[in-house]
């Protein structure tokens, strides 16, 4: 009998989470209509599209950088009109330099890098964390079977269910979206809206319709970007230019003596982020001089009417309209002016 009552007890818990779960799923696909498929976009996702950088290296472009080249560079538009690969590996408010110096030191990488360059992050080489992609390294080169084997599973449930979404629908994250009576110096994280922050498998960040149109939501973003932490403008120093170029340069000789490629990438901004890079970061003094010093090519989106019209919708990213626009322009120039050749000729 009271083995009768377990069986019970446990079917009753086990249709209950079973029916939590459906709820779930169905309030949050009601409640945000327009949301495709999420991934989080942690270090195992990242370590997958790491070891995509050996494939066919004629035939794959890797890039990396912060998120700007993820909004931008839209991946089918990309593959669709090269026929060639690309990896996505810029990170989310990271710098580059992790990155860069991952792939100059790795043996086998031979192939083409397009790096996204944006000043803040580039020409200040220790300024902002760039934990987060030592640690996304680390996890790539120490990775396990188990866990290769758990990224397959999780990749098969990511892929059915929205709730599964950590970044956005897990207990720290809706915790962090409670309205809380912010604490005399403490900086609180920010919260951006759901809507901003998809990603999809491939890594490739991107806007939902609904923040396209909902200028509130972009408002948000904007409130993001001009509040946040407390912080100091940067000041160039020419000590630490002359040193960040001599570690571009490095990197740069390091990928060509193996027959690899290498592009800086300026991708569009407008309104005050536009302005005060210009400001800060001065062309002549950083962009300039960084492709003199490597003798590495550039695009600067500024250089080129059919990716210098964009304006952000909060500034600092493109949406996915723009984005596929951007992305054929960018392969026109890599094809035309660069040199570049991809599997399909484009006309």
């Not at 500024?302 to 992305?327: M, N, R, S, V």
């Amino acid at each position: 009998m009271q083995q009768s009552n377990l069986v019970k007890a446990g079917i009753l818990a086990a249709s209950l989470t079973v029916v939590a779960i459906i709820s779930w799923e169905i309030y949050l696909r009601q409640t945000y209509k327009d949301l495709k498929i999420s991934y989080d976009d942690n270090s195992a996702l990242w370590a997958d599209k790491r070891a995509m950088v050996y494939d066919r290296s004629d035939h794959t472009t890797v890039f990396i950088g912060p998120s700007r080249i993820k909004y931008a560079l839209d991946i089918a538009t990309w593959e669709a009109v090269t026929g060639d690969h690309a990896v996505q590996l810029a990170l989310v408010g990271q710098p580059d330099w992790d990155s860069f110096d991952d792939l100059a030191n790795d043996k086998k990488f031979k192939g083409k890098l397009i790096v996204d360059v944006v000043e803040g992050l580039f020409f200040i080489r220790d300024r902002g964390d760039g934990s987060k992609v030592r640690t996304n390294i680390a996890y790539y080169h120490n990775i396990t079977p188990t866990q290769k084997v758990s990224f397959q599973i999780n990749h098969v449930l990511e892929s059915g269910f929205i709730f599964l979404n950590q970044d956005n629908f897990s207990i720290n994250a809706m915790l962090s979206k409670c309205d809380l009576p912010q604490r005399e110096g403490v900086w609180p994280m920010p919260v951006f809206p759901v809507e901003f922050t998809p990603v999809s498998f491939d890594r490739q960040s991107y806007m939902t319709p609904n923040f396209v149109k909902d200028t509130n939501l972009q408002n948000r973003v904007k409130r993001i970007w001009g509040g946040g932490a407390p912080r100091t403008t940067p000041t160039l120093i020419e000590d630490s230019l002359q040193a960040i170029f001599k570690y571009a340069k490095a990197d740069v000789d390091k990928i060509r003596s193996r027959g690899g490629e290498v592009i800086f990438l300026r991708v569009p901004t407008s309104g005050p982020f536009e302005e005060a890079d210009k400001k800060i970061f001065p062309r002549e003094v950083c962009w300039n001089r960084l492709l003199a010093v490597t003798g590495c090519p550039g695009i600067y989106y500024k250089d080129y009417p059919a990716i210098a019209h964009f304006i952000c919708p909060e500034w600092g990213h493109l949406t996915p309209e723009q984005a596929a626009i951007f992305t054929r322009n960018l392969i026109i120039i890599l094809q035309k002016e660069k040199g570049w050749k991809f599997t399909k000729k484009i006309t």
